[in-house]
């Protein structure tokens, strides 16, 4: 059973920057891509991108202007930065493992709440 | 981008009764098609992959089938455990995308 956790901030101010990161548990980063996913409240499961272990991307073009995803195999991590949010920011975010295929582990999941 | 929808958008039923979802995609997505299940306050848990492949640890009371544009999921005998909501998701093309729910409820 692969496990997963996100951690960092639950509180953003609006413009500024919503920083995460997802820490893997037995299994290593250096094989799969790993993606993250929010749900804003209320509604359906939103794709934002995911990475490989040597650092290949891909975005959803919603948010690919203001978002990088980073990985670091040496602590079987990966992170998602995202700028400028706003409001329309606030969900659940989660990390899971997967993307070329649909992702099978998922962290619990953490709220980020855009506010002043 | 592939646009995904469900029906019914919420239903109950009762223990015992065969239940089942639909979900369509926009275009064609041969197989790539994933079913969850999420409770609230819970992350989503994989039940299907390639559209009808028992996700390992999934109960065997649920089913997928469908290729190309439309697909099914099906509980065999609906279990009290089996409340929550149910996604489908494409992993076709780019942006991966999500169906808008279904809110299953056990009466």
């Known amino acids: 059973q692969v496990q997963l956790q996100e951690s960092g901030t639950g509180l953003v101010k609006p413009s500024e920057t919503l920083s995460l990161t997802c820490t893997v548990s037995?299994?290593?980063?250096?094989?799969?891509?790993w993606s993250w996913i929010r749900q804003p409240p209320g509604q359906r499961l939103e794709w934002i991108g995911f990475?490989?272990?040597?650092?290949?991307?891909i975005y959803n073009p919603s948010v690919e202007s203001r978002v990088t995803i980073t990985v670091d195999p040496s602590r079987n991590q990966f992170s998602l930065n995202l700028k400028f949010v706003t409001a329309a920011d606030t969900a659940v975010y989660f990390c899971?493992?997967?993307?070329?295929?649909?992702?099978?582990?998922w962290g619990p999941g953490m709220l980020v709440t855009v506010s002043s | 981008d592939i646009q995904m929808t469900q029906s019914p958008s919420s239903l109950s039923a009762s223990v015992g009764d065969r239940v089942t979802i639909t979900c369509r995609a926009s275009?064609?997505?041969?197989?790539?098609l994933g079913w969850y299940q999420q409770r609230p306050g819970k992350a989503p848990q994989r039940l299907i992959q390639?559209?009808?492949t028992l996700h390992s640890g999934a109960s065997s009371r649920f089913s997928g089938r469908g290729y190309g544009t439309e697909f099914t999921l099906t509980i065999s005998s609906l279990q009290p455990e089996d409340s929550g909501t149910y996604y489908c998701?494409?992993?076709?093309?780019?942006?991966?995308?999500f169906g808008p729910g279904t809110k299953v409820e056990i009466k």
């Open positions: 990475i490989n272990s040597r650092g290949k991307t």
């Open positions: 998701l494409q992993h076709n093309s780019f942006p991966r995308t």
């Open positions: 037995t299994a290593s980063i250096s094989t799969f891509y």
């Open positions: 899971a493992r997967g993307g070329d295929w649909a992702p099978d582990f």
């Open positions: 275009q064609g997505i041969r197989n790539d």
């Open positions: 390639a559209a009808s």
